[in-house]
């Protein structure tokens, strides 16, 4: 067999299903009741959201001193916040569109759900710089609106560049997850059977029908928004990292930085979806659609992403002691030996110890391992950023140094960014397919329509494949 | 049943399998017939050589777009900052190419992404919020003169159906008539919104066609 044949004889889901066998397990939890777990969960989340809504709203009126952010720390929680939520939404983009160009065909029973995390993720993200301008009611500024003062937006200052990066990524990620769901949604509209469900699912499917004259341009469409979202993986962190880098200030200004950050964003992605995925996978009992392979690749992706991010942290450190800059290298002593060294040495032991457990495939196939160890890369990858940006409170003169520490209102809206993103991805697991129904079926044996049936037909298209 | 009753504007049959349906659907190419389709609860790889279906132009519309996307964007920047409103930022040039590279390179990619998610829905002439073919080939309410076995049809979930359904609901099969009817509000609305759509090509030299196809596959019962 050629490895292409092999590929595609693998068997990715369990329990050899039938069409239909997927599009009721699927479709089930969308339509059964709402159970307790769900209510009692989505109550703790949107309790936290509360506290994220209150919180801002004090913040609006009171102005963001109250936050811990001070010379010489202008940046606080806000931006560690911010570069932790959109790289968690990395991991999402990569599976559904680096994976998709790959023709990774393990990827359809995740894709769907880490899309919708990319999204909720990023939700998150774009609130902490919206709301640390201060002024929030004048955010349009960054965007290139005529206004009554003739002027425009600076195209050449980093944070522009977010704006438009993740701007972007955000409105890309959406419409790529929109385009996934579209025949999972004609598939729910036509099982509905109450009144709301048959207008709002039909609304959403948009009248699709599944001919195969829709499949061809559909299928073209998926393809190029892969394509188009597979720079965006590398380019959005890159130009998150260039907020720090285009400063000349020491650890920040170097050229590691844009692989670093979207290496350490891909990690606690795919982390983020471990965590996510084991929980659902357990709750609606999908054992046999997310099995222990997909699993496994995974842990897999997080050992490699974890191996690139422990190389930079070891680089970084080596180039401060090479280049013979002072400020440098003093920076590098202070993360690992200064006031904030249990941070530093948290991320260290998260991020590039704890991940050397999925060498062995006991560990990497094990559930309670792979659960403790993706809430551990999560919580590295945060300090991670903590450490990057706070230990900056010592610079050049001795006489500046700061010490950073956050307050109440710091606290609560983090609590509360993970109170929005639980709160969406509740409403998105109720009501939307988690699971691609169409990608699945697709990637099941009988999908295959030269593989399956008899002899191959030459009347198909031309000769054996 | 050896002809389908004049009312009727097309025509289903069902297949158990995605292979069966691609022979199918290369027999019908072979046989010089066009106004077909062939429904999947997912794409089916080779379908569209098997249907005899050029490729679709949607690439070449978002490279067109994406190209006049990023002059356009990189001309805007370049006249807001070099000539409306220039900018002195520590004394460097106003137009440097380099630092325009990520905003131009973000609205291209959106651009694109517009275009491809429109330019899809627009060829594939969505949002349409009514076909006669979701009554009978996504829906487990199968009309008693389409051609299939009950049994076998949702299992495999894919069946042939005539384009002309969509054109012609006005004359549709009396069973599936009867659903349409059903079907308030979106068969409304979509007359409504879309006045033009209900009035197709007239179906009568179709019709034989669809016969013939069927007997090609050898699935009516004579």
């Given at each position: 067999?050629?490895?292409?044949?092999?590929?595609?004889?693998?068997?990715?889901?369990?329990?050899?299903?039938?069409?239909?066998?997927?599009?009721?397990?699927?479709?089930r939890?969308?339509?059964?009741?709402?159970?307790?777990?769900?209510?009692?969960?989505?109550?703790?989340a949107?309790s936290?959201?509360?506290?994220?809504?209150?919180?801002?709203?004090y913040?609006?009126?009171?102005?963001?001193?109250?936050?811990?952010?001070?010379?010489?720390?202008?940046?606080g929680?806000?931006?560690?916040?911010?570069?932790?939520?959109?790289?968690?939404?990395?991991?999402?983009?990569?599976?559904?569109?680096?994976?998709?160009?790959?023709?990774?065909?393990?990827?359809?029973?995740?894709?769907?759900?880490?899309?919708?995390?990319?999204?909720?993720a990023?939700?998150?993200?774009?609130?902490?710089?919206?709301?640390?301008?201060?002024?929030?009611?004048?955010?349009?500024?960054?965007?290139?609106?005529?206004?009554?003062?003739g002027?425009?937006?600076?195209?050449r200052?980093?944070?522009?560049?977010?704006?438009?990066?993740?701007?972007?990524?955000?409105a890309?990620?959406?419409?790529?997850?929109?385009?996934?769901?579209?025949?999972?949604?004609?598939?729910?509209?036509?099982?509905?059977?109450?009144?709301?469900?048959?207008?709002?699912?039909?609304?959403?499917?948009?009248?699709?029908?599944?001919?195969?004259?829709?499949?061809?341009?559909?299928?073209?469409?998926?393809?190029?928004?892969?394509?188009?979202?597979?720079?965006?993986?590398?380019?959005?962190?890159?130009?998150v990292?260039?907020?720090?880098?285009?400063?000349v200030l020491?650890?920040?200004?170097?050229?590691?930085?844009?692989?670093?950050?979207?290496?350490?964003?891909?990690?606690?992605?795919?982390?983020?979806?471990?965590?996510?995925?084991?929980?659902?996978?357990?709750?609606?009992?999908?054992?046999e659609?997310?099995?222990?392979?997909?699993?496994?690749?995974?842990?897999?992706?997080m050992?490699?992403?974890?191996?690139?991010?422990?190389?930079?942290?070891?680089?970084?450190?080596?180039?401060?002691?090479?280049?013979?800059?002072?400020?440098e290298?003093?920076?590098?002593?202070?993360?690992a030996?200064?006031?904030?060294?249990?941070?530093?040495?948290?991320?260290?032991?998260?991020?590039?110890?704890?991940?050397?457990?999925?060498?062995?495939?006991?560990?990497?196939?094990?559930?309670?391992?792979?659960?403790?160890?993706?809430?551990?890369?999560?919580?590295?990858?945060?300090?991670?950023?903590?450490?990057?940006?706070?230990?900056?409170?010592?610079?050049?003169?001795?006489?500046?140094?700061?010490?950073?520490?956050?307050?109440?209102?710091?606290?609560?809206?983090?609590?509360?960014?993970?109170?929005?993103?639980?709160?969406?991805?509740?409403?998105?697991?109720?009501?939307?397919?988690?699971?691609?129904?169409?990608?699945?079926?697709?990637?099941?044996?009988?999908?295959?329509?030269?593989?399956?049936d008899?002899?191959?037909?030459?009347?198909i298209?031309?000769?054996?494949? | 049943?050896?002809?389908?009753?004049?009312?009727?504007?097309?025509?289903?049959?069902?297949?158990?399998?995605?292979?069966?349906?691609?022979?199918?659907?290369?027999?019908?190419?072979?046989?010089?017939?066009?106004?077909?389709?062939?429904?999947?609860?997912?794409?089916?790889?080779?379908?569209?050589?098997?249907?005899?279906?050029?490729?679709?132009?949607?690439?070449?519309?978002?490279?067109?777009?994406?190209f006049?996307?990023?002059?356009?964007?990189?001309?805007?920047?370049?006249?807001?900052?070099?000539?409306?409103?220039?900018?002195?930022?520590?004394?460097k040039?106003?137009?440097?190419?380099?630092?325009?590279?990520?905003?131009?390179?973000?609205?291209?990619?959106?651009?694109?992404?517009?275009?491809a998610?429109?330019?899809?829905?627009?060829?594939?002439?969505?949002?349409?919020?009514?076909?006669?073919?979701?009554?009978?080939?996504?829906?487990?309410?199968?009309?008693?003169?389409?051609?299939?076995?009950?049994?076998?049809?949702?299992?495999?979930?894919?069946?042939?159906?005539?384009?002309?359904?969509?054109?012609?609901?006005?004359?549709?099969?009396?069973?599936?008539?009867?659903?349409?009817?059903?079907?308030?509000?979106?068969?409304?609305?979509d007359?409504?919104?879309?006045?033009?759509?209900?009035?197709?090509?007239?179906?009568?030299?179709?019709?034989?066609?669809?016969?013939?196809?069927?007997?090609?596959?050898?699935?009516?019962?004579?």
């Amino acid at each position: 067999l050629s490895v292409d044949a092999k590929v595609h004889k693998e068997i990715l889901i369990a329990g050899n299903p039938q069409f239909s066998t997927i599009t009721e397990k699927i479709s089930r939890i969308v339509e059964s009741k709402t159970t307790r777990v769900w209510l009692l969960m989505f109550g703790a989340a949107v309790s936290l959201l509360l506290i994220l809504l209150g919180s801002i709203g004090y913040l609006l009126w009171e102005g963001i001193g109250i936050w811990g952010n001070n010379v010489p720390s202008g940046w606080g929680f806000d931006i560690v916040n911010f570069v932790f939520w959109v790289g968690i939404g990395h991991a999402g983009t990569l599976i559904s569109a680096i994976l998709f160009l790959f023709r990774q065909r393990w990827r359809t029973s995740i894709n769907r759900f880490a899309e919708a995390m990319t999204i909720f993720a990023v939700m998150c993200a774009l609130i902490f710089p919206s709301i640390h301008v201060g002024r929030a009611w004048l955010l349009q500024w960054v965007m290139p609106i005529p206004n009554q003062m003739g002027m425009w937006p600076n195209f050449r200052s980093p944070l522009l560049w977010d704006a438009f990066a993740v701007g972007t990524y955000f409105a890309c990620s959406l419409m790529f997850w929109y385009v996934g769901l579209i025949p999972d949604l004609a598939t729910l509209r036509d099982r509905a059977k109450n009144r709301v469900r048959k207008i709002l699912y039909g609304a959403f499917a948009l009248g699709w029908h599944g001919g195969n004259r829709q499949w061809k341009h559909y299928e073209l469409a998926y393809l190029i928004l892969a394509g188009i979202s597979t720079p965006l993986v590398l380019s959005v962190h890159s130009i998150v990292s260039t907020d720090f880098a285009t400063s000349v200030l020491p650890g920040w200004h170097t050229t590691i930085f844009p692989p670093y950050f979207v290496a350490g964003a891909i990690f606690s992605g795919f982390a983020m979806v471990m965590t996510l995925i084991l929980i659902a996978r357990r709750v609606h009992h999908l054992e046999e659609i997310i099995t222990m392979k997909h699993l496994e690749r995974m842990n897999i992706v997080m050992l490699v992403t974890g191996m690139m991010v422990g190389y930079s942290y070891g680089t970084e450190f080596f180039i401060a002691w090479y280049s013979g800059n002072p400020y440098e290298s003093f920076a590098f002593l202070n993360r690992a030996f200064g006031p904030y060294w249990w941070a530093y040495w948290t991320m260290i032991t998260c991020n590039v110890v704890v991940p050397q457990l999925f060498w062995f495939k006991r560990f990497r196939t094990s559930i309670p391992v792979m659960f403790v160890v993706s809430i551990l890369i999560n919580v590295g990858m945060w300090f991670e950023r903590f450490v990057i940006i706070l230990t900056l409170t010592r610079d050049f003169l001795p006489s500046s140094w700061g010490w950073y520490w956050p307050t109440k209102w710091d606290f609560a809206i983090l609590i509360g960014s993970f109170g929005l993103f639980f709160t969406l991805f509740l409403l998105f697991i109720r009501f939307l397919p988690m699971i691609s129904m169409a990608e699945v079926k697709n990637v099941l044996p009988q999908a295959d329509p030269h593989q399956h049936d008899g002899p191959r037909q030459t009347a198909i298209g031309g000769g054996s494949v | 049943m050896s002809q389908l009753s004049s009312k009727a504007t097309g025509m289903l049959a069902a297949f158990e399998s995605p292979a069966a349906l691609m022979r199918a659907a290369a027999k019908m190419r072979d046989g010089g017939y066009t106004h077909f389709d062939c429904h999947s609860p997912f794409p089916i790889h080779g379908m569209d050589r098997a249907m005899g279906l050029k490729r679709s132009p949607l690439g070449f519309i978002v490279g067109a777009v994406a190209f006049c996307a990023l002059t356009g964007i990189s001309l805007m920047m370049w006249w807001m900052s070099a000539v409306d409103y220039p900018l002195v930022i520590s004394g460097k040039p106003y137009f440097s190419f380099l630092a325009y590279v990520p905003p131009a390179f973000a609205i291209t990619i959106l651009s694109s992404a517009l275009t491809a998610l429109f330019g899809m829905l627009i060829l594939n002439r969505l949002p349409q919020l009514f076909h006669p073919g979701f009554l009978s080939v996504w829906q487990h309410r199968i009309p008693s003169l389409t051609l299939m076995q009950p049994g076998s049809f949702w299992r495999a979930s894919v069946a042939v159906i005539s384009r002309w359904w969509r054109q012609n609901e006005q004359s549709g099969i009396t069973e599936t008539r009867r659903q349409v009817n059903d079907c308030h509000f979106c068969g409304r609305l979509d007359r409504w919104l879309f006045p033009g759509r209900a009035q197709g090509t007239a179906a009568d030299s179709s019709q034989s066609e669809y016969v013939q196809a069927a007997k090609v596959q050898g699935t009516i019962a004579e």
